[in-house]
T-cell receptor
Framework: NAGVTQTPKFQVLKTGQSMTLQCAQD?????MYWYRQDPGMGLRLIYY???????DKGEVPNGYNVSRLNKREFSLRLESAAPSQTSVYFC????????????FGPGTRLTVT | DQQVKQNSPSLSVQEGRISILNCDYT??????FLWYKKYPAEGPTFLIS?????DKNEDGRFTVFLNKSAKHLSLHIVPSQPGDSAVYFC?????????FGAGTILRVKS
């Protein structure tokens, strides 16, 4: 039981490049989330998916898109990366929306130069 | 604005003593307050929660206190152990989101 996995662990992009961060969970959870963590700012919600087939914006969605591919997988796409998107990205899952007990992946450290 | 604020960026405590981490919040509309713990290069892990109908919740060495009149939340760790050294985030459940504080780095010295 791997829990929540994220790929890649590290990535360096040039401004304007695109990439997709992958996330998968094997806990049969309905809800999945994407956060970013920046120094001094805690974790901020980018997008979430309450269930397969649905996605909603969080606190900081600009510059990102998401896809809930199936119940297990939830990807985050940066279409045109900007230096302001340099951050550590965490994916999380929970049994249901409104569940405060979320399970986090190990994170992806992204640098945009 | 459903904010939570952790005003202490770091805290250093001697092993065996009590660690007290603090969090303030705005507005009083909430269901749960939470504490998450994060080690370097790992994702956060859920530690303990407290609902709005309680003043205290205890789980082993960890106790969370809620002072609704002061809009203040605290996490007590007794006794502190070196393995408790981590970043601690308070958070609140607001609607269908979690809103996190900036975190407090706890260092427990042996």
């Amino acid at each position: 039981n791997a829990g929540v996995t994220q790929t890649p662990k590290f990535q360096v992009l040039k401004t304007g490049q695109s990439m997709t961060l992958q996330c998968a969970q094997d806990m049969n959870h309905n809800s999945m989330y994407w956060y970013r963590q920046d120094p001094g700012m805690g974790l901020r919600l980018i997008y979430y998916s309450a269930s397969e087939g649905t996605t909603d914006k969080g606190e900081v969605p600009n510059g990102y898109n998401v896809s809930r591919l199936n119940k297990r997988e939830f990807s985050l796409r940066l279409e045109s990366a900007a230096p302001s998107q340099t951050s550590v990205y965490f994916c999380a899952s929970s049994e249901q929306t409104h569940s405060y007990e979320q399970y986090f992946g190990p994170g992806t450290r992204l640098t945009v130069t | 604005d459903q904010q939570v604020k952790q005003n202490s960026p770091s805290l250093s405590v001697q092993e065996g003593r009590i660690s007290i981490l603090n969090c303030d919040y705005t507005n009083s509309m909430f269901d749960y307050f939470l504490w998450y713990k994060k080690y370097p290069a790992e994702g956060p892990t859920f530690l303990i929660s407290i609902s709005s109908i309680k003043d205290k919740n205890e789980d082993g060495r960890f106790t969370v206190f809620l002072n609704k009149s002061a809009k203040h939340l605290s996490l007590h760790i007794v006794p502190s152990q070196p393995g408790d050294s981590a970043v601690y985030f308070c958070a609140r459940e607001y609607g269908n989101k979690l809103v996190f504080g900036a975190g407090t780095i706890l260092r427990v010295k042996s």
